[in-house]
């Protein structure tokens, strides 16, 4: 393995760029490195969970830092041909039978596959005070985080995004929880769904969260308070395709997936991870890549030997 901190032109021909370096293009780069594919993975470090600083649901990785577990990640590839860029992608478009990914600082390199694991960006509703707090008391995904703060209060937001399933999913975890509407009224159906759960709401303006030794403090209008042990909430997201734009002609790469593993309607260009059709999960995504690693090398081994390998399946029908 190397990490190459240099920017000295790169003109080799690598068989697969991989963009993202988290559990998808990590994993996705140990199949194709035990394939015995040359591999470039260009990571620019920002990671959708980077603020919560650990990871679970992970067998053998269940608590594991990010940093601590990216670091032993790279060093096991180190067996294999792959190469690592701590970079920016600027730009991944097809030129006749390659694929050339231009970067912020280490210039331009080819390719004849793309693997996109880019993620996915979370947008925070503009509360004041969440930001602050994401990733510590403030938490998406339940089975990630719920154990750590079981049986404490929990309040969950609904102001920006329905929640109401992701508060009937928490009971397993805490019998006291308040379901946050933030001014925003509820329909009917979401009400009901709360009801049922047993989850009372509070109707209130959030004001602020603020940091409390307990989990956190809600401020709402009028000056009343609220402590709780920790928030939930569902978030918007973003996916993180500038690169592609100009290539993909689509908002999204799960719109043009054509099967579980990974490959896409636009040729040489391969997804993993939350960009594609996979549960937004650490060891979900880590499967995501390994399988769109074996469907690169297919795809290579057709290529370079017609006939081999029967054809892949045909793209599932538009959904």
Not at 23 to 29: E, V, W, Y
Not at 196 to 208: F, I, K, M, N, S
Not at 233 to 254: C, G, K, N, S, V
Request: hydrophobic letters at 40%; a negative charge.
């Amino acid at each position: 393995m190397d990490t190459q901190p240099d920017t000295q032109p790169d003109t080799q021909l690598y068989d697969t760029v991989i963009v993202g370096g988290g559990p998808a293009g990590l994993g996705g780069a140990l199949y194709l490195g035990r394939s015995r594919r040359r591999v470039l993975l260009i990571d620019s470090g920002d990671a959708r969970n980077m603020a919560a600083g650990v990871m679970h649901n992970v067998l053998t990785n269940d608590g594991a830092t990010i940093a601590d577990f990216r670091a032993r990640s790279r060093a096991q590839l180190a067996a294999y041909d792959v190469t690592f860029r701590d970079d920016e992608v600027v730009s991944a478009e097809p030129d006749g039978d390659r694929v050339v990914v231009a970067t912020k600082e280490s210039g331009t390199f080819r390719a004849r596959t793309l693997l996109y694991a880019a993620g996915v960006r979370s947008v925070l509703p503009p509360v004041p005070g969440l930001a602050d707090l994401w990733g510590t008391a403030v938490f998406e995904c339940p089975y990630c985080h719920a154990w750590e703060v079981r049986d404490r209060s929990f309040a969950v937001y609904g102001g920006a995004v329905p929640s109401e399933c992701l508060a009937a999913t928490l009971t397993v975890w805490s019998d006291t929880l308040t379901y946050l509407t933030d001014r925003r009224e509820l329909p009917r159906d979401e009400r009901d769904r709360l009801t049922a759960a047993g989850v009372p709401v509070v109707t209130d303006q959030v004001v602020e969260l603020r940091r409390h030794p307990e989990g956190l403090e809600v401020l709402f209008a009028g000056g009343r308070t609220a402590r709780f042990g920790a928030m939930f909430l569902h978030l918007d997201i973003e996916p993180r395709i500038a690169p592609l734009r100009p290539w993909l002609e689509a908002p999204d790469l799960e719109s043009v997936q054509t099967d579980e593993r990974g490959r896409t309607s636009l040729h040489r260009l391969y997804v993993a991870g939350d960009l594609g059709r996979n549960m937004q999960q650490a060891a979900m995504a880590a499967a995501s890549g390994g399988l769109a690693g074996m469907a690169i090398n297919a795809d290579l081994i057709r290529e370079d030997r017609p006939g081999s390998l029967p054809e892949p399946p045909p793209p599932t029908p538009d959904r």
